[in-house]
């Protein structure tokens, strides 16, 4: 009995200190992060794209699948130099069927130098009636920019075009 | 900031049945990107617009994952082939729970 109580004991005091190290901790992060007032310790870095290389990012979406040259298919435009990193415009077209029997299920916008590669994600359906989708997108630096095109039975084909990127536009 | 979650949406002034439509759209929003300090990115509740999705008369047509390699003020084009007229909707998420939506009308001429 006596024992027992011991160990609670000393757990609690252990509880305790944790605790006055977190405290200190907070009491700390908000100059550390420079933004006072920003809550802290509920942050979603981690739900974020990982920071990785491009080859990771490829086998994290792909795994170890085929991917085929799609130059011929998928018809990249975006600016061979862009001033501005922060906004470089992108369209991405497939020439493939748009029918339920065989269409582009997924496009993939993936920047090799960036620090999370993937740009971003369009599932697609159908009902578009074409394969086709712009967006702006942000360049660290001079990158390869890919596009990956999933169809409907599962094949990859992939395009990419690299950009001269003059003023970086990435922090991220 | 004051017009965070603002959406605009351009369609063709004329659409025929059967056409193959380009829509374009844009949201007002900041695409808070990440933060480092001493090389070591900042943990915070950044804010940017992670799911974009598109819906034709309440039917999914696309949907989108996007992440904070997506410019400010966010632009996104897509096609689309609208076989009745009806109501094109956008909904764009953000990372602190807003919900940003805009629509426009599709009529055939």
């Known amino acids: ?172 | 900031m004051a017009e965070i979650g603002k959406v605009r949406i351009r369609i063709p002034s004329s659409i025929k049945r059967g056409d193959v439509v380009r829509v374009r759209s844009l949201v007002i929003h900041p695409m808070e990107i990440v933060q480092r300090r001493d090389g070591k990115p900042v943990d915070k509740n950044y804010l940017f617009i992670h799911k974009v999705t598109v819906a034709y008369n309440g039917r999914e047509i696309l949907e989108a994952e996007t992440t904070q390699s997506i410019s400010e003020n966010p632009f996104f084009s897509f096609t689309f082939k609208p076989t009745e007229p009806g109501m094109l909707r956008i909904t764009f998420l953000d990372t602190h729970g807003g919900k940003y939506e805009g629509t426009a009308e599709i009529k055939f001429a």
Do not use: H
């Open chain 1, 1 to 172: 009995m006596e024992a027992r109580r011991e160990v609670g004991r000393v757990s609690r005091r252990a509880v305790l200190r944790v605790l006055g190290l977190l405290g200190v901790s907070a009491a700390a992060a908000p100059f550390l992060a420079g933004a006072p007032g920003v809550a802290v310790g509920q942050g979603n870095l981690g739900a974020l794209q990982p920071e990785e290389k491009v080859d990771a990012t490829m086998q994290r979406l792909f795994g170890g699948r085929p991917i085929k040259d799609g130059s011929s298919v998928i018809k990249m435009e975006l600016p061979l130099i862009a001033e501005n990193g922060s906004v470089v415009p992108i369209t991405v077209e497939v020439q493939s069927p748009m029918t339920p029997a065989s269409y582009v299920k997924n496009i993939y916008i993936i920047s090799d130098k960036n620090r999370r590669p993937l740009n971003a994600r369009f599932s697609l359906t159908p009902d578009m009636g074409a394969a086709s989708i712009g967006a702006n997108l942000r360049l660290g630096e001079t990158t390869n920019v890919r596009a990956i095109a999933e169809l409907n039975d599962g094949a990859l084909l992939m395009a990419k075009r690299e950009v001269k990127v003059t003023v970086g536009g990435c922090g991220g």
